[in-house]
């Protein structure tokens, strides 16, 4: 009996080791040293500006989504309207608290975000899938509205538009290409770590528990809706940053139709081929979505020497990433990151096969 | 009380085009349980098609019919290439097949045929007509009568032919339909196309009243709360549910619109289907659906 007691307190007490225990590979600071040193220092403002940035931001919205959609299973239409609350809470504490420096208006444009997420979130402890698609909508068409019709939000500015504030960090200005790309690397670093982390935590394994079947997770004991709410809030905190950057790192002037339902779709369309409940695959789908147009494109001026009509090449991407979708959903739900770690394992054993 | 009334019987007016469309939903999602976001671009790209072969000089009858092959056509594909290969799937990945899917139409519909805004003359000349005071839209009227025609049209399929029974039996169980060997592609394939037949009719008469261009297609997310509140299963519930989102908005517009701002439409009827959702969860005359473990 004491014997079995102890194994089974020895194993319980290596549980927790073994999850804690990774490997801290030489490819991830490898990564960080080139996304930190190398590209700023090689990369020109065209790359920093036009590529790297919408991708960073782009992977970091898509992190908040998949937190909320692919860990928890709560489908949200509605991640452009969280997006916009961060841009112009940000926006409106740079503005109106003096002397706030900037992490700490990020931050807060964060929290209000949450704070509106967990708000909407509320009606999910009743209702669930498509009826929850309807409360994300009415959050994204609420909140464009209110961005749009009160300029109390903008600032009585008269194009209705709010534009980057005193990007600036200890004296330091950020208003070049590569000090907005150090701060919006800096930004994705720090909460993918977080992300990576809290999905590990008991916080997300009970997300998971809740996505995998809601009533056996409350069965087990865990507070469904409470954690319902908290995947809400978390996930609208990493969208608001995301909205905040997008509008001040990216494209510096941003109104509320810079956070229409469209954008919407867009992250949701990063994580359904970048992979659903995986962190890689927000950066793998995010790469995807933002190089795609830019492939398209010089793949058209290529082809048709400069004479391809731009609306014709969008046409051709919107068949494109439909048909991708679909591709996807019947061939390899669990996205692009899947695909990647196929062709690695592939790779680790080539030539010969198990 | 007159201008009570108009805005009342504009706004019952408007949601008889709510309602063409949430029909649309409502056929497929009985049929198959899926929701299918590219209701809307099928909308678009049947008027677009309509409008393309007026232009080039098919008269109105036959371009009808040859709009009506063309989406049975596309019916065709779509449940060989996009649902065939997804059965037994979750109804979240097939709503988000879907969305891939109204991505391609829509893309197909203005790459061949142009992005631009076409007016398109159904040949109903809009003159208000005046009820006592009230002044009535007459196109609107007529919009409403066709939908009605529609209506009493898929009735009729539904109650009195062989397919309509099974299209029943498959919505009411799928499992025991396929046992009785009903060929459930074969529904589909039906189904696809009879939703884009009602697309088609919708998408005229909306063109009709806006233009045909690409915001057509944004008809299908008004269409959600108009299913949140008629239930998803219902075609009366899709009907009434239209009538009282475009009711509800319009009065919402003319009385609280000018007390926050105005400009209240695109999100009012989200929070009518909100306040419903907590009242009935399932709808008006929407199926109480049983949660099993």
Known sequence: MTTTTARLTASFDDAPLTLVRRRWPLGLALLLLVAFVALPLLGDDYWLNAILIPFLVLSLAGLGLNLLTGYTGQTSVGAAGFMAVGAFATYGLLLRVPGIPLPLALVGGGLIAAFLGMLFGIPSARIKGFYLMVTTLAAQFFIEWVFAKFPWFYNYASSGTISAPRLELFGYSLASPVGRYLLTLSCVVLLTWVAVNLVRSQTGRNWMAIRDMDTAAAVIGIPVDRYKRLAFAVSSFYLGIAGALWAFAYLGTASAGSFDINRSFQILFIIIIGGMGSIAGNFVGAAFISLMPIFLNHAGQWLFGGNVDAGQLQNLQKILFGTLIIVFLIKEPEGLVRLVGNLRDRLRTWPLRF | ?293
């Not at chain 2, 998803?232 to 609280?256: H, K, P, Q, R």
């Open chain 2, 1 to 293: 009380m007159n201008f009570f009334l108009e805005t009342l019987i504009g706004g019952l007016l408007a949601g008889t085009m709510y309602s063409l469309v949430a029909i649309g939903f409502v056929l497929i999602y009985k049929a198959s349980g899926v929701f299918n976001f590219a209701q809307g671009a099928m909308l678009l790209f049947s008027a677009l098609t309509f409008v393309s072969l007026h232009e080039q000089g098919v008269p109105f009858a036959l371009a009808l019919l040859l709009t009506l092959l063309v989406m049975i056509i596309g019916a065709l594909l779509i449940e060989r290439l996009v649902l065939r290969p997804l059965v037994n799937r979750s109804q979240i990945t097939l709503f988000m097949a879907t969305l891939g899917l109204s991505f391609i139409i829509e893309g197909l519909a203005q790459g061949l045929m142009g992005a631009q805004v076409r007016a398109l003359d159904l040949g109903i000349e809009d003159i208000p007509l005046f009820v006592g005071e009230v002044m009535i839209s007459q196109f609107d009227l007529i919009a409403a009568a066709v939908a009605a025609v529609l209506v009493a049209l898929l009735a009729l399929l539904f109650n009195r032919t062989r397919i309509g029974i099974a299209l029943r039996a498959v919505a009411d169980d799928t499992r025991a339909a396929l046992s009785i060997g009903i060929n459930l592609n074969r529904i589909w394939q039906i189904v696809w196309a009879v939703a884009g037949m009602v697309g088609l009719v919708a998408g005229l008469l909306w063109g009709a009243r806006q233009g045909v261009q690409f915001s057509l297609s944004l008809v299908v997310l008004k269409a959600l709360p108009v299913l949140i509140i008629g239930g998803f299963t219902s075609i009366g519930g899709a009907i009434v549910g239209g009538l009282i989102v475009g009711a509800a908005e319009n009065l919402a517009e003319a009385y609280i619109g000018p007390l926050i701002g105005g400009g209240i439409t695109p999100w009012f009827a989200y929070f009518l289907a909100l306040v419903f959702l907590y009242i009935r969860p399932a709808g008006l005359f929407g199926d109480r659906a049983i949660e099993r473990v």
